[in-house]
């Protein structure tokens, strides 16, 4: 299901774009796994900078349009900022703010979460961040959910000791399973928020938590990072949790004042059923 429904101007021209902004784009990431740091250090003859690559690699999975990590490598600039998306247009607007606003520490990956074995050599990332990420709330879709336990233990090969994945979410019933997925896959929490606005106002906004917002969106939380690694019984309690988003909905569908990314026409059809007298068709 593709959630990015964007806009686009009248003469958009994708290839020409990508090739306009080709400098904040990385096409040959496996080429770099393992030395984004180093590899990514703008060389500049006349900066005697003693250091040489990086302190940190930041990645934001499904970086959408790059407003959140353009926000980020600005405040942070001794550290690189990469935005990974699965769709070419995302990447395009992306790399257009990084060249505009001369980010020497954005760059911008154009593969899906899958490819990441290839990209990123083990403990290399200091922390990974799923803002609003694509909820896939059919139950035949849930591995692709990155809060998946299976791609929750993925990330932790690649994440430095102490590294984070944080979530941001609109959707508290991805909120909820995520909370079953993360311990499943040996993290410890270290902190799990229904209003992350309030309590973590530090994170910049997102184009689709603006989008979100203002139609009466809450964005749910959760930051964790790796404990021990957990046995089989442990990662098969993840698999085995409920996977169907729409069993996470409350019962009265009719109380809920904003409905979730991803879950309008299914809770449209539970009400019109319900309005009917029909029960919900289970196990969507
Ligand atoms: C709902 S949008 C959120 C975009 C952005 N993070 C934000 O908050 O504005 C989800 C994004 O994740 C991307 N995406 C979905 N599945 C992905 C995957 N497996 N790997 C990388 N990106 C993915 C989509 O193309 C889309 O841009």
Redesign the pocket.
């Known amino acids: 299901m593709g ?2 429904h964007i806009r686009l101007p009248k003469n958009f021209n994708l290839d020409e774009r990508l090739e306009r902004y080709a400098d904040a784009i990385e096409t040959n990431a496996p080429a770099l796994a393992g030395r984004w740091a180093e590899a990514c250090w703008p060389l500049e003859p006349q900066r005697e900078d003693a250091r040489a690559a990086y302190a940190e690699v930041h990645l ?6 790059g ?2 990590i353009a926000q980020c490598a600005h405040r942070k600039p001794e550290a690189l900022h990469l935005g ?4 070419p247009i ?1 990447i395009a607007y992306a790399a257009q703010r990084a060249c505009e606003e001369r980010l020497r520490n954005m760059v911008l990956i154009p593969r ?3 490819a990441l074995p290839q990209l990123f050599a083990a403990g290399e990332l200091f922390a990974i961040t799923l ?4 909820p896939y709330p059919k139950r035949h879709h849930a591995r ?1 959910r ?1 809060v998946n336990v299976d791609h929750l233990l993925g990330f932790r090969q690649l994440l430095a000791p102490g590294g984070t994945v944080t979530l941001r979410t609109d959707s508290q019933p991805l909120w909820e399973y995520a909370k079953s997925q993360f311990p499943a896959a040996g993290y410890e929490m270290l902190w799990i928020s229904d209003d992350v606005r309030a309590e973590h106002p530090e994170f910049p906004e ?4 603006r989008r979100l917002t203002e139609k009466g969106a809450h964005v749910y939380g959760i930051c964790a990072t790796p404990g021990p690694a957990p046995d089989d019984a442990r990662i098969q309690e993840g698999r085995d949790a409920e996977q169907s988003l729409m069993r996470y909905l409350p019962d009265d569908l009719f109380s809920l004042d904003y409905v979730p ?1 991803g879950m309008e026409a299914a809770v449209e059809n539970f009400r019109n059923r319900e309005r009917k007298g029909k029960k919900r068709i289970p196990g969507e």
């Open positions: 959630l990015t934001d999975l499904g970086c959408g349009k407003s959140f990974m998306d699965v769709e995302c899906g979460a899958d803002n609003f990420p694509t692709r990155l997102t184009e689709y938590e990314l």
